[in-house]
């Protein structure tokens, strides 16, 4: 499930209400690659539609992803960050800058549950953790940005003189 119709439709199925500001973040959400937080989200729909507040964006993330709507992930018990791709896909998170990548792998997707008796167990996550190329090569890629930013203002500088 991609594209905005079949997110109505199926909003229309699981008796949710479609709303513009549904619509707006679902938007962000499938557009993005990179599990973004609600936060991040709320930056991007703000530009679109200002009096949006970060609360409505958090809810509206969790209503979506208590309706299987889109994804919920949580690496490292960290911030929770979510996925418009429902489809059944694994993670690799960077245990440095928190990046997260999809990983598909055919094998990791048809392991066979096993019985438990204290509980019905309906599912399972793969994540897996390591270092992504730009942390291994030592850069950080907040600071890259930061770097960029600088250089802008110098040139900045530069012209004005
Ligand atoms: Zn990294
Ligand atoms: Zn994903």
Do not use: W
Request: glycine content about 4%; aromatic content about 8%; proline content about 3%.
């Amino acid at each position: 499930m991609n594209t905005i119709d079949q997110f109505i439709n199926a909003c229309r199925e699981k008796g949710l209400n479609v709303t513009y500001q549904r619509i707006l973040i679902y938007k962000s959400l499938v557009n993005s690659k990179e599990h973004p937080t609600a936060e991040t989200i709320f930056e991007d729909v703000k530009s679109e539609y200002p009096s949006i507040s970060l609360a409505t964006v958090y809810k509206t993330l969790e209503t979506l992803a208590e309706h299987q709507l889109i994804d919920k992930v949580t690496p490292l018990h960290d911030l929770a960050r979510y996925d418009g791709n429902t489809d059944q896909h694994q993670h690799v998170v960077c245990l440095h800058c928190r990046k997260i990548v999809d990983v598909y792998e055919d094998s990791l997707n048809g392991i066979s549950l096993p019985d438990h008796d204290d509980f019905q167990i309906s599912g399972y996550r793969i994540q897996f953790e390591g270092i992504c190329q730009e942390c291994a090569n030592g850069r950080d890629p907040e600071e890259r940005t930061n770097h960029k930013r600088e250089r802008q203002e110098l040139t900045f500088c530069g012209k004005l003189q």
